[in-house]
């Protein structure tokens, strides 16, 4: 009968290759687009509510309204998607960064 073999952590070698400096900057440049976005969203969310429609035709009404609805949620969905991203990779920064200190401050077993 074969034995099953130890399994070994591969924490440490996937940290190994992440680049903290990439993940900061990239999580910096999504967090720019996410403000852009949240800016983009709310001036035509504002644009939208100081300008009402001028139609007497209900059909003009409902479709104008969901047009709007559908461009604010669109700009509002990329808001809180480049925000997860920008998050996410400070966050995995942070995490790598504690990862290599926990493995620098580690006694050898070398004995």
């Given at each position: 009968?074969?034995?099953?073999?130890?399994?070994?952590?591969?924490?440490?070698?996937?940290?190994?290759?992440?680049?903290?400096?990439?993940?900061?900057?990239?999580?910096?440049?999504?967090?720019?687009?996410?403000?852009?976005?949240?800016?983009?969203?709310?001036?035509?969310?504002?644009?939208?509510?100081?300008?009402?429609?001028?139609?007497?035709?209900?059909?003009?009404?409902?479709?104008?309204?969901?047009?709007?609805?559908?461009?604010?949620?669109?700009?509002?969905?990329?808001?809180?998607?480049?925000?997860f991203l920008?998050?996410?990779?400070?966050?995995?920064?942070?995490?790598?960064?504690?990862?290599?200190?926990?493995?620098?401050?580690?006694?050898?077993?070398?004995?």
């Amino acid at each position: 009968m074969t034995e099953p073999t130890p399994k070994t952590p591969q924490t440490s070698s996937q940290t190994d290759s992440i680049k903290l400096f990439r993940c900061i900057t990239n999580g910096l440049m999504y967090g720019g687009i996410a403000f852009i976005f949240y800016k983009m969203t709310q001036s035509m969310a504002e644009k939208f509510a100081n300008k009402p429609i001028q139609s007497e035709n209900f059909t003009v009404i409902q479709m104008s309204t969901t047009v709007r609805t559908l461009v604010v949620g669109v700009f509002t969905m990329g808001t809180v998607l480049f925000s997860f991203l920008s998050v996410g990779l400070i966050i995995l920064a942070i995490y790598v960064s504690i990862q290599r200190l926990m493995k620098l401050n580690a006694p050898s077993s070398d004995g």
